[in-house]
T-cell receptor
């Protein structure tokens, strides 16, 4: 059974970096058919796709246009997981963050979500 | 890019059918067949219900169906059941390798 297990701090100070990890069991971050995504949800912004990493003979990344200057999504093949880093956070980045497995721009498996609060 | 437009709410009685719309542009919904629909219960992660406009993942009841006309996609729930009461979100691929979600529709079973 494929599962995604998220981990990371729930509180981040303004201007600092938000870091989350998503551990994969039952599938591989190096899969040639899956993509590995981060999505967030807040009352003010709704659901928002943030970015993804995927392997097709080499590693690729795509990021939401609005976040491109602040976001990094990286695979970790040794631990079979992937991570999210979001720099220079503000209270607007407060949201529930999900990791999700994707294929052709659909997300068929989601993590349970992590509430991240940006506050001093 | 702007979020796709969904009605904030929809409702129907048990056994009835309800359709939820999702309106975008020719750069997203109208330009590609990568429209998906998700069901979300409070405090839970979204669940994929429809992908590529009208395909159902294994395990999703055939009461759920999807379609598209021009820049508007639709999710129809037939034979409404109490368990269908949830929030529903559409999403679409948008050019330049990005994705956009709709604002969500709360479905109430009366």
């Amino acid at each position: 059974q494929v599962q995604l297990q998220q981990s990371g701090p729930g509180l981040v100070k303004p201007s600092q970096t938000l870091s989350l990890t998503c551990a994969i069991s039952g599938d591989s971050v190096s899969s040639n058919s899956a993509t590995w995504n981060w999505i967030r949800q807040s009352p003010s912004r709704g659901l928002e796709w943030l970015g993804r990493t995927y392997y097709r003979s080499k590693w690729y990344n795509d990021y939401a246009v609005s976040l491109k200057s602040r976001i990094t999504v990286n695979p970790d093949t040794s631990e079979n997981q992937f991570s999210l880093q979001l720099n220079s956070v503000t209270p607007e980045d407060t949201a529930v963050y999900y990791c999700a497995r994707g294929s052709y721009w659909r997300f068929d498996l989601w993590g349970r979500g992590t509430l991240i609060t940006v506050s001093s | 890019q702007s979020a796709l437009t969904q009605p904030p709410s929809a409702s129907g009685s048990p056994g009835q059918s309800v359709t939820i719309s999702c309106t975008g542009t020719s750069s997203d919904v109208g330009g590609y067949n990568y429209v998906s629909w998700y069901q979300q219960y409070p405090g839970k992660a979204p669940k994929l219900m429809i992908y590529e406009v009208s395909k159902r993942p294994s395990g999703v009841p055939d009461r759920f169906s999807g379609s598209k006309s021009g820049n508007t996609a639709s999710l129809t729930v037939s034979g409404l059941q109490a368990e269908d009461e949830a929030d529903y979100y559409c999403s679409s691929y948008i050019n330049t390798n990005n994705l956009v979600f709709g604002g969500g529709t709360t479905l109430t079973v009366l």
